[in-house]
């Protein structure tokens, strides 16, 4: 039986058994035990657990790493979608065009404010948005462009803020699977009006529950997040506007710091195991992750193309391998867009949906399970 996993990451909490797992939570947590353990327990003793001083120290870090003006910390990526397009004033009758080819997140957000999601193609190789076909996507009222850099690679951000620009459409960019990718010189999360981060556990910067960010260069949007993240209050007790209750935590916080730390190394090892992959897969018929070159692919998802998957995968599990479909349908063919977008044809999504697989990628990932995995993909063809 194949087992398909449709939340991002849910493998690792619910006690996984594979032999080797999409991402070993466990060995990252061993590796950082004592740094994590004791900012967790002084955080317990100063009691200051809502937006307390950890928090505000991970914003302004997070926000330096990435070379953001501002880091606005929230309870998920999905609220950071939500927060975004709620300060970007989007709402009823608006179109926001996206990619059909992500997690529901990125459109559900859309329909929070009330506004379409109006879904894009993708590029058959990276399979983020395809840029040419947004134009003819645009009508009057397209207010914004969410960008998602999927699987950790940057969405083609220099075609994407030039076709924005002639149009006047805001940029929010979806950096859920991107912390830490470069897209140029800028990291994703600075380049659209505003960046949004998830922290799930199994992202390539996760804490331990939910937790998520919106970075941006614009101080009023940022002043604005805060208000909104914080039941619409500044001052307490005074509610300028209906908001939300959406805050990170301050141990989740504790555990982002640490891990802030030492992202640069664990992306450079998913790249290690990504680049390993790929050259232990040439000539087997499998198509491995097309890097564009016009950034850094930090491979929250090593995903490849092929006609064999469901054998594959059945191989793979039997050897005690976990491996994932994302994702199994795109959004326009969900149950719950498909009546609304019957007459939306999207062939590139549909046909990269029916085809993909992900493997194994996380930076503790030893040459050893890799070539493991690889050796039993190689006996399954
Ligand atoms: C994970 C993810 C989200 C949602 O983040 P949560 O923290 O789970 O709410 C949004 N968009 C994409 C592309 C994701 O992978």
New binding site residues.
């Given amino acids: 039986m194949i087992v398909v996993r449709e939340t991002?990451?849910s493998d690792a909490d619910k006690g996984y058994t594979d032999m080797i797992p999409m991402v070993d939570l466990k060995t990252q947590y061993l590796s950082m035990k004592e740094e994590i353990d004791r900012g967790i327990l002084e955080a317990l003793e100063k009691c200051q657990f809502i937006l307390g001083p950890n928090v505000s120290a991970f914003e302004e870090e997070a926000a330096a790493y990435l070379g953001a003006k501002n880091a606005v910390s929230v309870a998920?990526?999905?609220?950071?979608?939500h927060l975004a397009l709620a300060a970007s004033g989007i709402g009823k009758g608006d179109e926001v065009i996206t990619t059909p080819f992500?997690?529901i997140?990125?459109a559900e957000?859309i329909r929070y404010v009330g506004a379409n999601p109006v879904f894009v193609d993708i590029d058959p190789y990276t399979f983020n948005i395809d840029p040419a076909k947004i134009e003819e996507a645009i009508t009057p009222a397209t207010k914004a462009v969410i960008p998602?850099h999927?699987f950790g690679q940057p969405a083609d951000m220099d075609t994407i803020e030039k076709v924005c620009k002639r149009h006047g459409l805001l940029i929010i960019e979806?950096c859920?699977?991107s912390f830490g990718a470069l897209a140029g010189k800028c990291m994703t999360g600075t380049i659209g009006s505003m960046g949004?981060f998830?922290?799930?556990p199994s992202?390539n910067l996760g804490c331990y529950g939910?937790?998520?960010m919106i970075s941006t260069n614009c101080p009023e949007l940022a002043a604005r997040i805060r208000v909104l993240r914080n039941h619409g209050s500044e001052i307490r007790y005074h509610h300028s506007t209906i908001g939300y209750n959406s805050r990170l935590d301050e141990i989740q916080a504790v555990i982002l710091r640490a891990k802030l730390k030492r992202i640069t190394s664990f992306n450079e090892g998913r790249r290690r195991v990504a680049g390993l992959y790929t050259s232990l897969l040439e000539n087997t018929g499998i198509a491995c992750p097309y890097e564009d070159g016009k950034g850094t692919h930090v491979y929250?998802q090593y995903t490849v193309l092929t006609d064999k998957r469901d054998k594959i995968m059945q191989v793979l599990s039997s050897a005690g391998i976990a491996s994932a479909i994302y994702y199994p349908i795109p959004l326009h063919r969900q149950e719950v867009f498909a009546e609304e977008y019957k007459s939306v044809t999207l062939p590139v999504s549909e046909r990269v949906s029916s085809r993909c697989m992900s493997l194994p990628v996380f930076p503790e990932m030893t040459e050893e399970q890799v070539r493991e995995v690889v050796g039993v993909i190689k006996e399954a063809l």
């Fill in positions: 991002p990451g998920s990526g999905t609220d950071a979608l992500t997690f997140a990125t957000a998602v999927l979806d859920a699977q949004c998830s922290f799930f992202k939910d937790g998520g929250h």
